[in-house]
T-cell receptor
């Protein structure tokens, strides 16, 4: 599975847009990019997944440039409840059945 | 309500005792997983199972054992051979097919403390 690099932590004020970038230089052709969110003492929750260009759902947007060596999770107008750890994962869904979670990015949202 | 249940939420054991953590899902998912999370760290895969009666070791399987006799259940036993068993244990499941494989559904976790 491709190794990923994310910032350890980020701070934001409520109402701002937050962009978390993940670097995955050795991403393979068949790999998808997936983001999870985890609150303290809970299991991670799937946020969004993409392969290329842009994906948007009701929670977030995922931007993937043409070379796919990085990706950016965009959270519009964050609130205090968005304070959590965000994990970026890269893998081929047809080649393996396990995910590798790094240490993620700890997002702290304040008033 | 469909989902994954883990019990108990908190578990305390004495060193040297084996303990079994329960994980049940009613999502009709083929694949199930066990992860361990230590404070401030990411998740590390212990074991995973893609189908009934079959399972594979993850990155940190030593000191753990699992069984998959039913599609709905994937219990994890923490044996006395596990040197640092105190951790937060998370069970997950997924359809195991196509890109949806990446979408794992997690249970609420069991916090195990061994003294």
């Amino acid at each position: 599975l491709a190794k990923t690099t994310q910032p350890i932590s980020m701070d934001s004020y409520e109402g701002q847009e937050v962009n978390i970038t993940c670097s995955h230089n050795n991403i393979a052709t068949n790999d998808y990019i997936t983001w999870y969110q985890q609150f303290p003492s809970q299991g991670p929750r799937f946020i969004i997944q993409g392969y290329k260009t842009k994906v948007t759902n009701e929670v977030a947007s995922l931007f993937i440039p043409a070379d796919r060596k990085s990706s950016t999770l965009s959270l519009p107008r964050v609130s205090l409840s968005d304070t959590a750890v965000y994990y970026c994962l890269v893998g081929d869904p047809l080649a393996a059945s396990k995910l590798t979670f790094g240490t993620g990015t700890r997002l702290q949202v304040t008033l | 309500d469909g989902g994954i249940t883990q019990s108990p939420k908190y578990l305390f054991r004495k060193e040297g005792q084996n303990v079994t953590l329960s994980c049940e899902q009613n999502l009709n998912h083929d694949a199930m997983y066990w992860y361990r999370q230590d404070p401030g760290q990411g998740l590390r895969l212990i074991y995973y199972s893609q189908i009934v009666n079959d399972f594979q070791k993850g990155d940190i399987a030593e000191g753990y054992s699992v069984s998959r006799e039913k599609k709905e259940s994937f219990p994890l036993t923490v044996t006395s051979a596990q040197k640092n068993p105190t951790a937060f244990y998370l069970c997950a499941s997924s359809t195991g097919q196509g890109k949806v494989w990446n979408e794992q559904y997690f249970g609420p976790g069991t916090r195990l403390t061994v003294t």
